[in-house]
C-alpha cells in the first residue's frame, strides 16, 4: 500500500522559516507530480506548488518568491522550502503525488493526512 508522510511542520514567528517534507512509501513503478496544497479553516483546499518529474515547477501567486518546491527522486521525496512567512500561510498542508503503483497499469493521486504550519504575527 501507498502511503505519504508528512512532516516538518510546527510553529514559527511570521518571518521565519520552515521546511517540509513528504516520503512516499510502499510498492511505487513512478511519480509523475508531487506538490502541496493547503487548507486553512473555512477555506477550501489550494495549491501551494507542485514540481514534475523532469524538475518543472509551478507556484502559486500567493507563495511566489517565498516557497522553493524541489524532489529527491531516489527517495521518493518532495520538499517544500517555505521562508518568509507570514501569518496568512496558516494552514493544514496536504502533499500530493500523482502516482504508478508497481504491477499498476494507470497513475492516479495518493494524498498525505496533512501537517499543521502556524505562523503566529
Known amino acids: 500500500q501507498v502511503q505519504l508522510v508528512e512532516s516538518g511542520g510546527g510553529w514559527v514567528q511570521s518571518g521565519g522559516s520552515l521546511r517540509l517534507s513528504c516520503a512516499a512509501s510502499?510498492?511505487?513503478?513512478?511519480?509523475?507530480?508531487m506538490g502541496w496544497y493547503r487548507q486553512a479553516p473555512g477555506l477550501q483546499r489550494e495549491l501551494v506548488a507542485h514540481?514534475?518529474?523532469?524538475?518543472?515547477?509551478y507556484y502559486s501567486d500567493i507563495v511566489k518568491g517565498r516557497f522553493t518546491i524541489s524532489r529527491d527522486n531516489a527517495k521518493n521525496t518532495v520538499y517544500l522550502q517555505m521562508n518568509r512567512l507570514e501569518p496568512e500561510d496558516t494552514a493544514v498542508y496536504y502533499c500530493?503525488?500523482?502516482?504508478?503503483?508497481?504491477?499498476?497499469?494507470?497513475?492516479?493521486?495518493?494524498w498525505g493526512r496533512g501537517i499543521q504550519v502556524t505562523v503566529s504575527s
Open positions: 510502499g510498492s511505487i513503478s513512478s511519480i509523475d507530480v
Open positions: 514540481i514534475n518529474s523532469r524538475d518543472n515547477t
Open positions: 500530493h503525488a500523482n502516482l504508478m503503483p508497481s504491477g499498476g497499469f494507470y497513475y492516479y493521486d495518493e
